[in-house]
Structures are given as structure tokens and as C-alpha cells.
């Protein structure tokens, strides 16, 4: 019984890989293990917990393959023409939490496009297709935008060091949240930071270091003073306006549909100007969408959607959902990630935009299990 599920689950990949390569994307493929240094240097040591770590004692420290779009953008930022549309079919591992009936190990099914020309035109691509093909499935479908977050976080009126702070962990809500109340002054200062804070304000941040002793760890004696200094220039700076904090708020909360999301995105970049290029940016999608056939009056808009995702997507960002099947996670997902193309790149960068499905929720649905 099992064996015959995973043939129908390995054949429903099947099919949707096809529909891909129809669609003129060439087939890649990426080896199980990939090296454990990309990973981190891009996620950090948190992606330990969700990852299957190894060591090979030619290859050194290995992660089996947590997704794909790693693999591809290093394969195509070496060796890629442009534009390049691309779809792969295998098998991806990932840890999960205690008492999850998830999965750790399934396929993933993908379609990548790198294309300079028209970014706007190419979101639309990718969720036109995943939008026809799901269709049969009538799944639900969400959307948002990174890239506003992300503008609306450089345009306010504060230290470059809080905003850097505040995009570092965007992809992390409870902790952009701590943060942006204490830059919003509406949380206090950390006991041990205002300890540190009242010792530095009676000398100086480089005596303090100095008089700690030996020094101990990765961090050199100048990096440890350049991080109090920039302690002292938070503490002393003023809070983000409540202004600037309530259109962040707004923009956290809006749930709506794509157009009056839009309109309302509209509103509040007269207040943030640095907004603008954002809002158009999202304009001219929907103007493509609707140029492939998608209702965007009816296409849900959210401006919090991404923010647990993978924490490369960096601009338009979708997935699609069974509203009658709760039991279920995400049954397609993707989005723009121009930022891990240049750091991948080493420097070079090219617009791209991609997505997923997992087939056997496809199976799940299709089959009514």
C-alpha cells in the first residue's frame, strides 16, 4: 500500500514536471548534498534546526538538500544564458517539530525563471502558470510583496544600524516586532544593555573593553568596541515617529484584495515616499496578471505573506491553499529573490522569480484522501 502510494505520489511529479518542460523550462538537476557553508552563510546557524547536517571527509561538512532554488541559481549565475527558464523534480529533507505528522523527507516539484527584461512581466509568468495548473484544484491563492516591507523599512527617519536591524529579521515577526517597538520607544532598554550603557557613559567604550582582561572568542577588541559605540548612538537617537511606526502597522495588517490594496499602498506612500517605486513596481505586475487572465479584483493581497518563508524572497511572493482541507500546509509556494542571485553571483546579479508544489498534496487533493 505504501509503495503504491509513492508510485502515484513519483507519477503525479511526473505530470507536473511536464506541464513545465512544455512550457519550453529545461529539466536541471542538483546533487543531494550540498555544501553546508552556502547554507550558512545565507541563513545562519538557525538553519542547523531545520536541516540534516553530515560530514564527508573529502567534501567536509555537508546538508542534505533542504530546496532547490540554491542549487539552480549557483548553476545558472556559473554557467546560465539569459533569459533561462528552468524546472526540477527530486527529492528535498527537512527537519520537523515534535509531534508533526509532516513529512521529512518528499518531492518537490519547481519552474525558475532568470529574465532582466521586464520583472513585472515575469511574476506574472510564474503565477499565471501555477495558477493553471492548480486550476482543476480550485485552491486559493495568496499574495504579497517583500519588496514594500523592505522599502518601507529603508525609507524611515532613523539610525541606517536600525533599519539594518529591522530588514536582518523581517523573516522573523516576534523579533522584527521587540525591535521595533524599542526603536519606536515603546518598549524599555534591556536591563544588561542599560547596565552597559550607564559603565560606558562614565568612560568610554574603548577603556571598557580594554579593562575587561584577555580577550576571549571571534569578535577582535575593535569589533566589540564599534558594537558598544553603536549601542550608545541607539540609545541616544530619537524613537521612529509614531507616524512612520503606524504605516509600517498598516502595511503588517493590510489584508486585502490586490487592487485596493493597491490603492491603499498608494495612500500611504504620499506619507513615505520611499514607497513609490515599490507601489509602481506592484502596479505594473497587476497589469500584467491581468493580462494573463488572472482577476487581480479577486486576487488576496497581504502585507505581512512571506514573512515565514525561506529568507530569500525579496520582492512578489505567492501560495496557493485548500480552504476545505485545513489538515494541509501550502500546496504551492514561490517568489522573486533578485538578492540571492547576487550573492551567489559574487557581485553579479539578474531579476528572478521562481516557485514549487509539493505533489502529493496535489495527489491529497485530487484524490479527496
Known sequence: MLND?????????DRLSAYFLAQGALPVEAAALQPAETLLDLYGEDIRARAYVTFDPVLGEQ???????????QMHMNEGAEPARYTYNGTVWRKQKPGSKRSSEYLQVGFELFDRSNPARSDAEVFALFADLLAPLKLRAATGDMGILMAAVTGLSTLPSRKAALKRHI??????????????GTSPIPASRAKLLAEVAETS????????????GLRSPQDITDRVQSLV????????????????????????KSTRALAHLRTLAKDLPNLVRAVDLMDARLNALSARGINVDHLDFEGSYGRTSLEYYDGFVFGFYAENRPDLPVIASGGR??????VLGHGRSIPAVGGVIRPEYVLAIAEGM
Open 63 to 73: 546538508m542534505m538538500r533542504p530546496d532547490f532554488t540554491v542549487p539552480v541559481v
Open 171 to 184: 523573516w522573523h515577526p516576534t523579533r522584527f516586532r521587540q525591535l521595533l517597538d524599542r526603536f519606536g
Open 5 to 13: 502510494r509513492r508510485a502515484r505520489i513519483r507519477a503525479e511529479a
Open 337 to 342: 529573490y533578485d538578492a540571492l542571485t547576487e
Open 233 to 256: 548612538e541607539d540609545a541616544i537617537e530619537a524613537p521612529i515617529s509614531t507616524g512612520e511606526t503606524a504605516i509600517l502597522e498598516e502595511i503588517l495588517n493590510l489584508k486585502d
Open 205 to 216: 567604550a574603548a577603556k571598557l573593553v580594554k579593562s575587561a582582561g584577555r580577550h576571549v
